[in-house]
């Protein structure tokens, strides 16, 4: 049966001007480090911080899963699932520190992905809808999921130096499964949809 996952779209990430944006929740102070001031006044003090980043890792995520759906037809059908949600994955940088996160999200998307559109920071992963179509019959399941990407990184400011986290992805994808069909070898996504759907 032809059933193969179909990468969806992304949403375009800010202009150039995003790399002057920060946030400026309120930092706990730090045992030998300069008092926190804000995030603007971090960011204008350093025109040139040093961010670097730990190794990355790749994995995927499965987000959603479908109902399992009976298609008895030879010739297939359109499914129309309802979804639930498995995880919550967000594009974020996660930090106690009072630093501009938008530099630091900016930075690591050009390291990951620096030649394609990438999601916005706080976007939550979504593929979105479409309507999906099989040629055969089968017990099918529908699932959605990223193709993450994370790292820790340092931020470093004259005296001061703030450690994190960062998440993003690539893509995203939805695919179906049959779950007369075991997953093959890899397939992560597949293999976690398949043990919340075919198991009875």
Known sequence: MDIRPKIAGLALLAGASALSGCDSDPAPSRPGASP?????AIAAACDDPDIDFGPIRKREVLTEVGQRITIRSPKGGRLDSTFEPVTRYVAQVVTAGDIPRQLVYNAFLHRINPDSVS???GEVAHSGAGATTVHGPGRIV???GVYAREATFDYRCGALTVSGTVTSWTSTVTGVLDCDEKPRAGEKMATEA???RCTD
Request: charged content about 15%; aromatic content about 8%; hydrophobic content about 50%.
């Open 194 to 196: 398949a043990a919340l």
């Open 36 to 40: 926190a001031s804000s995030a603007p």
């Open 119 to 121: 999601p916005s920071m």
């Open 142 to 144: 529908e699932f959605k």
